[in-house]
């Protein structure tokens, strides 16, 4: 059972480079969640699907873009990446109805240099 | 706005009982979360707990929501040095009849000496 699977696992960019960040769940979930974490800051969400077809901002959006290319694909796009944006990100998603935890991917670590 | 908070560091001696703390702002939060992070990896659910109750165990962790405090707080018997890892308290603001959106605290990092 893969779960959440998130590519690449490591990504080094120049300043100004694009990329785009993927992430998939065989669950056959609804939501899907992108966040990224810095070091005291916890995680904060970047941009959330609530379900196939529909994409929100979260608390950080600004300088990301995404894509809800299907119910199992999520991905994350920065078009000009900045050192700020250094961080590890993660992927997540849950299912809908009663009680649903979030499933998390083993993360994206992205310096920007 | 929402916010959970955290202390950002425990230390504690194999063998002893962990207690990590946790409140927590949004008092129509339906369910609080514990995760777990290991190094290198991803957050891992390790319990939760529904607004409505007051206590949850689940073999060696125990739960405690103190709704009236907004006071979460996590116990680990018996601490073992694989439990050192950064915990995380998260509460839900629910949209729809999903889980929703969680907001994370932001960590507890456990450290257990031998």
């Known amino acids: 059972n893969a779960g959440v699977t998130q590519t690449p696992k490591f990504q080094v960019l120049k300043t100004g480079q694009s990329m785009t960040l993927q992430c998939a769940q065989d669950?056959?979930?609804?939501?899907m969640y992108w966040y990224r974490q810095d070091p005291g800051m916890g995680l904060r969400l970047i941009y959330y699907?609530?379900?196939?077809?529909?994409?929100d901002k979260g608390e950080v959006p600004n300088g990301y873009n995404v894509s809800r290319l299907n119910k199992r694909e999520f991905s994350l796009r920065l078009e000009s990446a900045a050192p700020s944006q250094t961080s590890v990100y993660f992927c997540?998603?849950?299912?809908?109805?009663?009680?649903?935890?979030?499933?998390f991917g083993d993360g994206t670590r992205l310096s920007i240099l | 706005g929402e916010d959970v908070e955290q202390s950002l560091f425990l230390s504690v001696r194999e063998g002893d009982s962990s207690v990590i703390n946790c409140t927590y702002t949004?008092?129509?939060?339906?369910?609080l979360y514990w995760y777990k992070q290991e190094p290198g990896a991803g957050l891992q659910l390790l319990t939760y707990?529904?607004?409505?109750?007051d206590m949850k165990q689940d073999q060696r962790l125990t739960v405690l929501l103190n709704k009236k405090d907004k006071h979460l707080s996590l116990r680990i018997a018996d601490t073992q040095t694989g439990d050192s890892a950064i915990y995380f308290c998260?509460?839900?603001?629910?949209?729809?009849?999903?889980?929703?959106?969680?907001?994370f605290g932001k960590g507890t990092k456990l450290s257990v000496k031998p």
């Open positions: 699907s609530a379900s196939e077809g529909t994409t």
């Open positions: 998260a509460e839900s603001i629910g949209y729809g009849g999903s889980q929703g959106n969680l907001i």
């Open positions: 669950m056959n979930h609804n939501s």
């Open positions: 707990i529904f607004s409505n109750m």
């Open positions: 997540a998603s849950t299912g809908t109805g009663g009680h649903q935890p979030q499933h």
């Open positions: 949004d008092s129509s939060s339906t369910y």
